[in-house]
């Protein structure tokens, strides 16, 4: 059973006048961000994201006698309908952010459970493709409320792959587990370390009130970003293949450097952005576990650099953030940075003093658009908890 939390009385009063009637079930689910472990979620590393404190909400109320599923989103106001008696194959289902959704349909389905026909509504304050997982936060949002609906749920693990199933198989996208594990799980105060070579989680807590997340979303999304992602996930196993290994786990920087014939030069960047980076994420678990923030804002540096230099998968706009808050630096209460999330624009994650938050945004968002032609988003946060169900002035009186 999830955790629950009060609706908010202006979702409810919206989804009322959307829909005529008052709301029955509902989900929040944070978006996610990792401050360590990039692009080695599919390559069987440990990754470290927190739940942030931006969430998609999804209220629904039964559509009595019909199998339909009506959904309308704040982003997408003209809305969306799925036959639940009769569902399409996702290539054939327009707007394709609906293919997110019959994906989790269909995960719910294959397992014999019943999903009603019902109206959502759907609004956000997740950056959408920043980087911050809006998408996962979409299919756990949605696979919680069928939860509710349904009656039956999924263990927490169970219920967070079935969502990555239904964005890889439904979507199109080659995702890790990292995004809906994060949504699922994660717990406040702490990041979520995840073996994703397990699927083994470790809470660790996060709460030393003098540091603080920063993110600062570039507004940025390349084009290049699906494909790219593609290609630098084929590019790991081949040069996995060549190594003879079957895990990344097993290839130590030793071994990489002694093997460095087997593969061409680009190649042995990839592997090496790989290694370096699994070998960080898990330097940063002990180093958040004895408060090192120094130590912590050093490895999401180096991280920053191996994922632009090794694995290349930067852009100039997320260059040009981190440049700005290396300038800032320690003495201006900044840790350490990077890009995070697939790359090729989106967000930066930062490690910084709490009490300089304020200097430090305005500093990063100084000139970003007179330099870049974006607007920067820029906010703290803390670790949240993972997903929740809503409860109803109604409900919660009974
Ligand atoms: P990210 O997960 O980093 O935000 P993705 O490209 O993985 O970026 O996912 C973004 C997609 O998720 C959107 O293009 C849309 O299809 C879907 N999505 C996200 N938020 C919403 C929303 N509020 N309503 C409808 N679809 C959404
Ligand atoms: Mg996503």
Redesign the pocket.
């Known amino acids: 059973m999830d955790a629950t939390f009060p609706a908010d009385p202006r979702a409810t009063e919206t989804f009322e006048k959307v829909f005529g009637c008052a709301p029955q079930w509902g989900a929040r689910v944070p978006?996610r961000v990792n401050v360590i472990g990039e692009h080695i979620d599919y390559n069987d590393g440990t990754v470290l994201p927190a739940a942030i404190n931006r969430y998609?909400t999804v209220l629904a109320a039964p559509s009595e006698g019909s199998d339909e599923l009506l959904?309308k989103?704040?982003?997408?106001p003209e809305g969306a309908r799925l036959n639940l008696a009769d569902i399409p194959s996702a290539q054939d289902l327009e707007?394709?952010?609906?293919?997110?959704?019959l994906g989790v349909v269909a995960g719910y389905q294959r397992l014999g459970v019943y999903v009603p026909g019902m109206q959502v509504w759907?609004?956000?304050t997740?950056?959408?493709?920043?980087?911050?997982?809006?998408?996962?936060?979409?299919e756990v949002a949605f696979a919680t409320l069928f939860e509710s609906a349904s009656g039956k749920s999924l263990a927490p693990k169970q219920k967070a792959l079935l969502c990555q199933r239904a964005?890889q198989e439904f979507?199109g996208?080659p995702?890790g587990i990292m995004?809906q594990f994060a949504c699922v799980l994660s717990q406040k105060d702490h990041f979520l370390d995840i073996d994703c070579r397990t699927l083994e989680v470790a809470h660790i807590p996060f709460s030393d009130p003098d540091v603080t997340l920063l993110i600062a979303n570039t507004g940025v999304?390349h084009d290049l970003?699906?494909s790219e992602y593609a290609k630098r996930k084929r590019d790991c196993e081949l040069a996995l293949r060549r190594l003879g290994r079957t895990s990344w786990r097993a290839v130590t920087a030793d071994i990489l450097a002694s093997a460095s014939g087997l593969l061409e030069e680009s190649l042995y960047r990839r592997a090496r952005h790989v290694v370096t980076e699994i070998e960080r994420a898990q330097t940063a678990v002990d180093a958040v576990r004895e408060r090192s923030w120094e130590e912590l804002g050093e490895l999401m540096d180096a991280s920053h650099q191996s994922l632009a230099e090794d694995y290349e998968v930067s852009c100039a706009e997320l260059d040009h953030m981190v440049a700005t808050g290396r300038e800032i630096g320690l003495a201006g209460g900044v840790y350490g940075g990077r890009m995070t999330?697939?790359g090729f624009g989106?967000s930066t994650v930062w490690l910084i003093r709490t009490e300089a938050a304020e200097t430090i945004m305005n500093r990063m968002d100084e000139g970003f658009e007179k330099r870049t032609g974006h607007v920067a988003e820029l906010f703290v946060t803390r670790p949240m908890r993972g997903a929740q169900t809503l409860t109803f002035p109604e409900t919660t009186a009974s």
């Open positions: 978006g998609l959904v989103s704040d982003l997408f707007p394709r952010w609906m293919r997110y959704v759907v609004e956000s997740i950056p959408v493709g920043s980087g911050l997982s809006s998408s996962a936060a979409l964005e979507a996208v995702c995004d999304s970003a699906t999330g697939g989106g």
